[in-house]
Nanobody, 122 residues
Framework: QVQLVESGGGLVQAGGSLRLSCTAS????????MAWFRQAPGKERDFVAGISASGKRIYYADSVKGRFTISRDNAKNTVYLQMNSLKPEDTAVYYC???????????????WGQGTQVTVSS
């Protein structure tokens, strides 16, 4: 099992930016695709962005395209989510996970971490 620790969340005004980080341990990080998900109160956990092990394939949910950027640093066992032009509807707990990644799906592989709360005020 991989241990996942998310950080970087906080309270920000609409139009602002945040950068989330997720550090993984317990496996060879560079072997696995990674993804960010989010869960708003009372809603299911949804895919946000995914990146392949090499970083060559990247996918985004339509709701965040053009605003969010996923990246990874395999030397630091860390995946990032740069979030710009934030909207109140981006408010959620954000989670990362290793995934089976394709153009149409991102299936979580490991147990979830504690997540990091992002709150966007209007």
């Amino acid at each position: 099992q991989v241990q996942l620790v998310e950080s970087g969340g906080g309270l920000v005004q609409a139009g602002g930016s945040l950068r989330l980080s997720c550090t993984a341990s317990g496996r060879t990080f560079s072997d696995y695709s990674m993804a960010w998900f989010r869960q708003a109160p009372g809603k299911e956990r949804d895919f946000v962005a995914g990146i392949s092990a090499s970083g060559k394939r990247i996918y985004y949910a339509d709701s965040v395209k053009g605003r969010f950027t996923i990246s990874r640093d395999n030397a630091k066992n860390t995946v990032y989510l740069q979030m710009n032009s934030l909207k109140p509807e981006d408010t959620a707990v954000y989670y990362c996970n290793t995934v089976f990644l394709s153009a149409t799906s991102a299936l979580p592989r490991d147990n979830w971490g504690q997540g990091t709360q992002v709150t966007v005020s209007s």
